[in-house]
């Protein structure tokens, strides 16, 4: 069993589609980041969300972090091929020095 | 400029050869990892150093070595490799926060390591 549990595992849609891709624990985390990763490449870092109930925006994604900080959304507006990855949550714990992923979301966004 | 790199890039080796990948970061990080990711993607820390000090080794068999010479490297090196060696190793570093802000990692581009 994973500490992170993210779903849907694997997310086939049409450009303009919304989705939703979601990032949930029983334990309670310092911050949680979302990451996104390229064939080839390494995760690249898109946001992270500290304050429990908190709402970030980037461009067309928005990242939520849960009030009790135990979970995260991360939605997309209006998909574009260029979406198209693999969506990788991470929590932080409290001492700071280690970071827990979930299982990803490969999200494939079809033209 | 490559803020973390990692060589090779792909290593195909055969059972029971002994291998090592190499990474440095150039952003002045004081926190070093490794993680494998296997075929699933699932990506997993097996270490992590804080100034050249092991801080993280997460279950991970002796035949994985890392060795930190300074902060802004940190090797592996795998003795009697195995098939379930296979994955791609990632390298990352980061700057250590006070608790609750950031501790965002910088990622390498991958070492595809093959076993046959």
């Known amino acids: 069993t994973q500490l992170l549990e993210q779903s849907p595992q694997f997310l086939s849609i049409q450009e303009g589609e919304n989705l939703t891709v979601y990032c949930n624990s029983s334990?309670?985390?310092?911050?949680l980041q979302w990451y996104r990763q390229e064939p080839g490449e390494g995760p690249v870092l898109l946001v992270t969300?500290?304050?429990?109930?908190e709402v970030k925006k980037l461009k067309r994604l928005t990242f939520q972090f849960g009030d009790a900080r135990k979970d995260s959304s991360l939605h997309i507006t209006a998909a574009q091929p260029g979406d198209t990855g693999l969506y990788l949550c991470a929590a932080l714990n409290f001492a700071g020095n280690m970071l827990t992923f979930g299982g990803g979301t490969r999200l494939m966004v079809k033209p | 400029d490559t803020a973390v790199s990692q060589t090779p890039k792909y290593l195909v080796t055969q059972m029971g050869n002994d291998k090592s990948i190499k990474c440095e970061q150039n952003l002045g990080h004081d926190t070093m990892y490794w993680y494998k990711q296997d075929s699933k993607k699932f990506l997993k820390i097996m270490f992590s150093?804080?100034?050249?000090?092991?801080?993280i080794n997460e279950t991970v068999p002796n035949r994985f070595s890392p060795k930190s010479p300074d902060k802004a490297h940190l090797n592996l090196h795998i003795n009697s490799l195995e098939l379930g060696d296979s994955a791609v190793y990632f390298c990352?570093?980061?700057?250590?926060?006070?608790?609750?802000?950031?501790?965002?990692?910088?990622f390498g581009p991958g070492t595809r390591l093959t076993v046959t």
């Open positions: 150093y804080n100034n050249k000090e092991l801080i």
């Open positions: 969300v500290v304050t429990g109930g």
């Open positions: 334990s309670v985390f310092s911050s």
């Open positions: 990352a570093s980061s700057q250590r926060r006070p608790r609750g802000q950031g501790g965002e990692q910088y």
